[in-house]
């Protein structure tokens, strides 16, 4: 059981759009910045956005990320079959004095 | 650019141990918080460990504190994580990642293969 919850999976048509979301407590998302991460099949996990909606360098601007309360959420347009993949959300917990992650969301485009 | 390469991981009996590192290179190691993650097989990432730049601030992860110690040797670039009495539930790919703003992880390792089995 994950600190925080996300959807177990989502699905969309190529060139639709997507969210996930990601729900937490004060102690972790209520008091700390949220950052997401893309891992396809078989390779690492990547850094999609962080500090809640702030997208590194490389990132394109199909990607998004928002913060509200005790939730965040990622939304992705413009979907590509290569976004097909496994995304995750993560946080610090100041309970915890621990990171925290979603359990995954597994994005299927149809 | 950022490049981080674990090692150590393999096959080790229940009650064992292993030591991963972590070879850090492409930008001032020194200057940047570092974590443990790992990812059982088929399942979602959980974090392990973080110790902060200097080595004086380390957290564990309820599931290895008494078992996993983290370490780092900034002259050499290098982070460590012992593992001792580990279990099967300690089965996984173990990462490691540099801490970017925000507790975000900007660079990850390409992942050890720690197998827990008699």
Redesign the interface.
């Known amino acids: 059981q ?1 600190v925080l919850t996300q959807p177990s999976s989502v699905s969309a048509a190529p060139g639709q759009k997507v969210t996930i979301s990601c729900s937490g407590s004060n102690s972790n998302i209520g008091n ?2 949220v ?1 997401w ?1 893309q ?1 396809l099949p078989g390779t ?4 999609l956005i ?3 909606n ?1 997208r ?1 360098s490389g990132i394109p601007d199909r990607f998004s990320g928002s913060k509200s309360g005790t939730s965040g959420t990622l939304g992705i347009t413009g979907l590509q079959t290569g976004d097909e993949a ?1 995304y ?1 959300c ?3 917990d100041n309970s ?9 969301t597994k994005l299927t485009v149809l | 650019q950022v490049q981080l390469v674990e090692s150590g991981g393999g096959l080790v009996k229940p009650g064992g141990s292993l030591r991963l590192s972590c070879a850090a290179s492409g930008f001032i190691f020194s200057d940047y918080y570092m974590r443990w993650i790992r990812q059982a097989p088929g399942k979602g990432l959980e974090w392990v460990s973080y110790i902060s730049s200097s080595g004086n601030t380390i957290y564990y992860a309820n599931s290895v504190k008494g078992r996993f110690t983290v370490s780092r040797d900034n002259a050499k670039n290098l982070l460590y994580l012992q593992m001792n009495t580990l279990r099967a539930e300690d089965t996984a790919v173990y990462y490691c990642a540099r801490e970017y703003s925000g507790s975000s992880l900007d660079h990850w390792g390409q992942g050890t293969l720690v197998t827990v089995s008699s």
Do not use: R
Not at chain 1, 44 to 47: D, E, G, H, V
């Open positions: 994950s700390n910045d950052s991460y891992q690492a996990p990547k850094l962080y500090e809640n702030k590194p496994d995750y993560g946080t610090w915890l004095s621990g990171g925290v992650f979603g359990g995954g």
